[in-house]
């Protein structure tokens, strides 16, 4: 088991729970640059994607010098609750906050627009190439639920 889906089963059941109750929705397209605004430096805190009352992803920030660990959950909701689990270093390149894997046999690349009370998300790379569950994308709006210190549940993310 790689240690970016080792948290996956002790992440996943919040999620799952909270998602059980919500109606299914069309999947979100990934999010062009061009709607994109100014960002800032990532923050700390804890993120959430919801969309029409259904949980869709939980992002984790703890910032550090030039760089930030994070965490992410990403499902695809219901009926079927797919869902993934990347965790890692953010770092600044070329005025963008990102990470960058081939850990799953593609590129995966997670851009973070880190703007007031929110957090846009972009993906390059499908689902395969980020070692997420079918048809799961963790592209779209996180809006802050926390500025607390979060927990993260992989020990990747912790480094």
């Not at 869709?56 to 920030?61: A, T």
């Not at 993934?84 to 963008?96: H, I, M, P, R």
Request: with cysteine.
């Amino acid at each position: 088991m790689t240690r970016s889906k080792l948290g996956l089963s002790l992440f996943a059941g919040a999620a799952f729970v909270a998602a059980c109750t919500s109606p299914r929705l069309a999947p979100k397209e990934h999010l062009p640059s061009s709607t994109i605004e100014t960002q800032g430096a990532p923050e700390l805190g804890t993120w959430q994607r919801v969309r029409g009352g259904e949980f869709l992803g939980d992002l984790r920030v703890i910032p550090g010098e030039g760089q930030a660990a994070f965490e992410l959950y990403a499902t695809r909701g219901a009926p079927s609750y797919n869902s993934g689990v990347l965790a890692g270093t953010l770092s600044l390149s070329g005025g963008l906050w990102s990470f960058e894997t081939t850990e799953f046999g593609g590129t995966c690349k997670l851009t973070f627009h880190f703007l007031p009370n929110r957090v846009r998300l972009e993906q390059s790379g499908d689902w395969t190439a980020c070692g997420f569950g079918y048809g799961v994308i963790a592209a779209g709006d996180y809006e802050l639920v926390s500025r607390d210190r979060p927990a993260f549940e992989t020990r990747e993310a912790e480094n």
